[in-house]
């Protein structure tokens, strides 16, 4: 049985938006990922400005726009959200190949991610 909290977590509205196709390596956008999950809206976006890995430059685009989202299609502030789920997959891979010694050649997987970031009201401290 679910307890009050639950259910009013369950309730909340969810807002997210999707990045597909976004060309880096799913393992590497899981690591932004696991440092934004939970976080406040604010403090994922400052986290995420100052982030020197690549993947957080599509990670906080996409983060902007869930929040811009949030504030025209649901009427919410999302300075008074939080980041409830982030799911990075993994997208097609483009494979190349690149000429090695002796005639032969070696292949170069250029991989790609899908992101979903989803954002929920904090709850209010009753």
């Keep these: 049985m679910a307890t009050r909290a639950q259910t ?36 994922a976006e400052a986290l995420l400005s100052f982030s020197p890995r690549g993947a957080s430059v599509p990670m906080l685009k996409l983060l902007r ?32 190949f690149r000429p090695r010694a002796k005639g032969r050649a070696t292949r170069i997987d250029k991989r790609s991610c899908h992101i979903n970031i989803s954002l929920t009201p904090i709850p209010d401290e009753d």
């Design 65 to 96: 726009s869930a929040g811009a989202n949030a504030e025209n299609n649901d009427d919410l502030d999302p300075e008074d959200m939080r980041v409830a789920r982030v799911s990075v997959d993994e997208g097609p891979t483009m494979r190349r």
């Design 8 to 43: 009013r977590e369950q309730d909340a509205p969810m807002v997210s938006a999707s990045a597909k196709y976004v060309r880096i390596s799913a393992r590497k956008a899981r690591v932004v990922a696991d440092q934004i999950r939970g976080k406040s809206y604010e403090e």
